[in-house]
C-alpha cells in the first residue's frame, strides 16, 4: 500500500490567499485525521472524520479553516483567508476500526504563508 | 491548558547507553497511551503502546512505563542506537476513543 498521501508537500502563498492542502487516507481505512505541527503546541488534531463523516472539529482554529471528506479516498483542508500564523505543518492520518486504533500519518504539507 | 507535558524539548544520550522519554497528562480519565517517533520530514510513525491496566509494556529495545497515581509515562530504549536519533511524541486517549492528544515532543539525539 502506498500509505497516506498528502499534496502538495510544501505550499508558500501569501497573506489573503486561500489555502487547500490534500489527503489520501489508505485504502479500507474508515477513520481520518487533520492535525497541525507547531514548535509551541506539538500535534494538535483540528478536526477527525469517521465513515466520511465529520465528528469532532473542536480543534478547528477559526473560522477560516474547513474541512470536507466528499468520499472515502479524499479529504481536504482549506484556509480562507491565510494568515502567517497558519503557517506550521499539516498532517493527515487515517485509521481502520475502532477504538485506539493506531494510526497512519502522511508525510505532512510544510505551508508558509508571508 | 496542555493536557499532556513534554518537558525536555530535547535530549543527547551516548550511543549503547539508555534513553529515557518522559510525559506527564492531567486526566487521569485517560486509560491508553502512545509513543510516536518522527523522522525530519516524515509523519510520526506509531512506536509502541500501554493501557491503564498494565504499567509496562516491552518490545524489543523499547519499553513504556505507567505509573498511573503520578499520571506519569516514560519510554526507555536500551541500548539506544544512532537510527533512534528523531522526535518522540506521546499521545493519550481512552479506549474507544478514536481521538488522541499528544504532546509536544522530545527530540532525542544520539551520540556516536
Known amino acids: 500500500d502506498a500509505g497516506v498521501i498528502q499534496s502538495p508537500r510544501h505550499e508558500v502563498t501569501e497573506m489573503g490567499q486561500e489555502v487547500t492542502l490534500r489527503c489520501k487516507p489508505i485504502?479500507?481505512?474508515?477513520?481520518l485525521f487533520w492535525y497541525r505541527q507547531t514548535m509551541m503546541r506539538g500535534l494538535e488534531l483540528l478536526i477527525y472524520f469517521n465513515n466520511n463523516v465529520p465528528i469532532d472539529d473542536s480543534g478547528m482554529p477559526e473560522d477560516r479553516f474547513s474541512a470536507k471528506m466528499p468520499n472515502a479516498s479524499f479529504s481536504t483542508l482549506k484556509i480562507q483567508p491565510s494568515e502567517p500564523r497558519d503557517s506550521a505543518v499539516y498532517f493527515c492520518?487515517?485509521?481502520f476500526g475502532t477504538g485506539a486504533a493506531e494510526q497512519y500519518f502522511g508525510p505532512g504539507t510544510r505551508l508558509t504563508v508571508t | 491548558d496542555q493536557q499532556v507535558k513534554q518537558n525536555s524539548p530535547s535530549l543527547s544520550v551516548q550511543e549503547g547507553r539508555i534513553s529515557i522519554l518522559n510525559c506527564d497528562y492531567t486526566?487521569?480519565?485517560?486509560?491508553?497511551f502512545l509513543w510516536y517517533k518522527k523522522y525530519p520530514a516524515e509523519g510520526p510513525t506509531f512506536l509502541i503502546s500501554i493501557s491503564s491496566i498494565k504499567d509496562k509494556n516491552e518490545d524489543g529495545r523499547f519499553t513504556v512505563f505507567l505509573n498511573k497515581s503520578a499520571k506519569h509515562l516514560s519510554l526507555h530504549i536500551v541500548p539506544s542506537q544512532p537510527g533512534d536519533s528523531a522526535v518522540y511524541f506521546c499521545a493519550v486517549t481512552n479506549f474507544g476513543n478514536e481521538k488522541l492528544t499528544f504532546g509536544t515532543g522530545t527530540r532525542l539525539t544520539i551520540i556516536p
Open positions: 485504502s479500507g481505512h474508515n477513520s
Open positions: 486526566n487521569s480519565m485517560f486509560d491508553y
Open positions: 492520518a487515517s485509521s
